[in-house]
């Protein structure tokens, strides 16, 4: 009976592993770029390659399809990938991908622009190079209405349930990625690296978008390291470095009519290395929308010789006087907003700015163990500035605080 028993279980493993192994997988169709007729050569242009392959692998029906750019250098003009798409799709970058040097050869406002698509996964050891340098001197829209326009390298609009992985963006000519209506989105492991004096090179902008998470990721730039503008919510971020740049910004808020709330922000495990600002809050003095900045968490946020590692500034005018001064103060409403366990260097002596409106004075700002030194030069201690806050404190308080 016993061996009866034993032969019968055999069998069953045996049935059950060829049942397994022998179930068809589903394997993506690959489109090698290469194979396809791209040329790694660094100076053909292989955008309409690029945008065959995308319409091939967009419009097939039967399973996923995967875009693999191998080892090798593709100069690429400039490309749009639409959809809607029928099924997933697989974009995995082990090359480079290289932007003209000459912005005027970019005939679009982003380099690479992704539009309407669901399930799209971009990942790689690879490299997007935008090759910035010649058009940073270029970027002084301020002061010349004739300025060119330069283009983004990487963007997404409308577009679902995706994520970015692993890839390395390097010298944007303007911002590195941009996100526009983008809802469950993921960016993980992923470096971002331009000089700290190019100008407008953001490492990841976004506006109306919700549900994304940025984690791991290393982000170097010559503005904000993370941008996050009117109508975003969800968003997640967490062991990001941020240095040089101009830190983690909302903002700027309330400037134009029919902006809308940003809310359920969480900021976690964050280094800031030598940045301008670390956690920052900018709103209009002057504002059209009234809005309201909500539900906010930054917590186990390390600070290193950090320009101003915390500033709220309600009274945001960068290029005064700005227009209708006399219209008085932001309508944007600031409430909720807990900051524990913030520490390291400030190199300004105000360590803590919180200057909120007259007219929407800050409502339950949470401060919990907070201790920033001055690590400049004419002052030892570091110091707080409060305006129109109101809110508690515990535990440890280096700078003193100010809320009353
Ligand atoms: C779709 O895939 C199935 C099995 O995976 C295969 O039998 C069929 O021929 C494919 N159809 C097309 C149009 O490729
Ligand atoms: C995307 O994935 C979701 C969930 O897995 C699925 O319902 C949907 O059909 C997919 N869409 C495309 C275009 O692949
Ligand atoms: C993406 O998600 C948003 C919000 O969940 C939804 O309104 C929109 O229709 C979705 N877009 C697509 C293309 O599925
Ligand atoms: C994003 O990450 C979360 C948490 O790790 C995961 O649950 C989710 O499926 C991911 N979504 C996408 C679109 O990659
Ligand atoms: C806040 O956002 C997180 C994702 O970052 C999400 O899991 C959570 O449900 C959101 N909370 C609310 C109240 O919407
Ligand atoms: C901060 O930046 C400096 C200068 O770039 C670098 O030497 C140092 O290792 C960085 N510290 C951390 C903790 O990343």
Redesign the pocket.
């Known amino acids: 009976m016993a061996s009866i028993a034993f032969v019968f279980k055999v069998l069953c493993v045996s049935f059950l592993f060829i049942f397994v192994a022998s179930r068809p997988t589903i394997r993506p169709k690959m489109f090698n770029v290469q194979r396809h007729g791209s040329k790694p050569d660094g100076k053909t242009d292989n955008a309409n390659v690029f945008t065959s392959i995308w319409s091939r692998a967009c419009k097939r029906k039967n399973g996923s399809s995967k875009i693999y750019v191998p080892k090798g250098t593709f100069y690429l003009s400039g490309v749009e990938f639409v959809g809607p798409c029928k099924n997933p799709i697989e974009f995995v970058i082990d090359g480079t991908l290289l932007a003209p040097a000459n912005p005027s050869d970019i005939k679009q406002d982003t380099w690479i622009n992704f539009r309407y698509i669901n399930?799209l996964?971009i990942s790689g050891s690879g490299t997007l190079d935008g090759q910035g340098k010649q058009s940073w001197p270029l970027n002084d829209c301020h002061k010349n209405p004739n300025c060119p326009k330069l283009a983004m390298t990487m963007g997404f609009a409308f577009v679902n349930?995706?994520?970015i992985k692993d890839i390395t963006s390097l010298n944007s000519k303007m911002g590195h990625f941009n996100f526009f209506s983008v809802h469950?989105?993921?960016i993980?492991g992923v470096s971002i690296t331009a000089p700290g004096d190019s100008p407008n090179t953001d490492g990841i902008k976004m506006g109306s978008c919700s549900n994304m998470?940025i984690?791991n990721t290393n982000i170097g730039t010559g503005d904000d390291c993370i941008a996050i503008l009117s109508g975003t919510t969800n968003l997640d971020i967490s062991n990001v470095k941020c240095g040089p740049g101009h830190g983690i910004s909302v903002g700027s808020l309330g400037k134009n009519k029919d902006e809308k709330a940003v809310k359920n922000l969480t900021v976690r495990d964050v280094i800031f290395n030598g940045t301008s600002d670390g956690i920052r809050i900018k709103t209009w003095e002057s504002s059209a929308s009234k809005i309201l900045v909500s539900n906010f968490v930054y917590e186990n946020i390390q600070m290193i010789d950090v320009g101003k590692p915390i500033n709220i500034d309600q009274k945001y005018c960068p290029h005064p006087p700005c227009e209708h001064e006399q219209k008085g103060e932001s309508h944007v409403q600031i409430q909720d907003l807990k900051l524990k366990n913030i520490y390291g260097t400030s190199k300004n002596k105000v360590a803590m700015n919180l200057q909120c409106s007259k007219s929407f004075p800050c409502k339950n700002v949470e401060l919990i163990d907070i201790n920033i030194k001055n690590n400049g030069l004419e002052d030892s201690s570091s110091i707080a500035v409060c305006e129109n806050v109101d809110g508690s404190v515990s535990g440890k308080m280096v700078p003193q605080h100010c809320i009353n």
Do not use: A
């Open positions: 399930n996964s349930n995706s994520n469950y989105f993921n993980t998470h984690s």
